[in-house]
């Protein structure tokens, strides 16, 4: 299994909704990630975990609030998000043998 | 300045042409190096990975890698319509658990 799935593949939610983005990878990579891409730019790093702990937090805004409950998964929980905040976000994972897998991404708009 | 520079393109060739896409770079620390093709409204697919300086090859893909000059290539040989998409380069540190620094991208179209 070659492969980070992340679901919902698409979500629209409105400013006062709370929501979760998944991330599953079954690669045993110990490092995960969440990037923020908007159109026509290139992915920007929003967290990092290492071995289960938080190791980078870019200064994202207290609305997102990631978590990884075990060395497979990754999530991140959306709170009170602004029209601002729609974009497709990618999970990643990475080991020290080779590059950085993306997920399919979640695209999502906020109303 | 920018920690990575990359040509924004459009860039447009025939079906079967070399191509050849670059990124500068003016960080030192960057070790691993590379190269992802984004087809739209989707997540970036791993084209090719090195850490080392000098060509790796894949098939039709060559990456490249002169940490001398801080320069990294992708060359495209017998391009294909399939291969119209944004080609972004990307490097860090180290491989696990580092901040990857992407270029901005590079829209390819091959015409038939």
């Known amino acids: 299994d070659t492969e980070v799935t992340q679901t919902p593949k698409h979500l629209v939610m409105g400013m006062t909704n709370k929501k979760s983005l998944k991330c599953e990878q079954h690669m045993g990579h110990r490092a995960m990630y969440w990037y923020k891409q908007k159109a026509k730019k290139p992915p920007e790093l929003m967290f990092v975990?290492?071995?289960?702990?938080?190791?980078i937090n870019e200064s994202v805004p207290s609305r997102f609030s990631p978590e990884c409950p075990n060395s497979s998964l990754l999530n991140l929980h959306l709170h009170a998000l602004q029209p601002e905040d729609s974009a497709l976000y990618l999970c990643a994972s990475s080991q020290d043998t080779g590059g950085y897998t993306f997920g399919s991404g979640t695209r999502l708009t906020v109303v | 300045q920018k920690e990575v520079e990359q040509d924004p393109g459009p860039l447009s060739v025939p079906e079967g042409a070399i191509v050849s896409l670059n990124c500068t770079y003016s960080?030192?620390?960057?070790?691993?190096f590379m190269w992802y093709r984004q087809y739209s409204r989707k997540g970036p697919e791993l084209l090719m990975y090195?850490?080392?300086?000098g060509n790796k090859e894949d098939g039709r893909f060559t990456a490249q890698v002169d940490k001398s000059s801080k320069y990294i290539s992708l060359f495209i040989r017998d391009s294909q319509p399939s291969d119209s998409a944004t080609y972004l380069c990307?490097?860090?540190?180290?491989?696990?658990?580092?901040?990857?620094?992407f270029g901005q991208g590079t829209e390819l179209s091959v015409k038939p």
């Open positions: 990307a490097m860090g540190p180290y491989n696990q658990g580092g901040k990857l620094i």
């Open positions: 960080n030192s620390a960057f070790q691993y």
């Open positions: 090195t850490y080392s300086s």
């Open positions: 975990y290492s071995y289960e702990k938080l190791s």
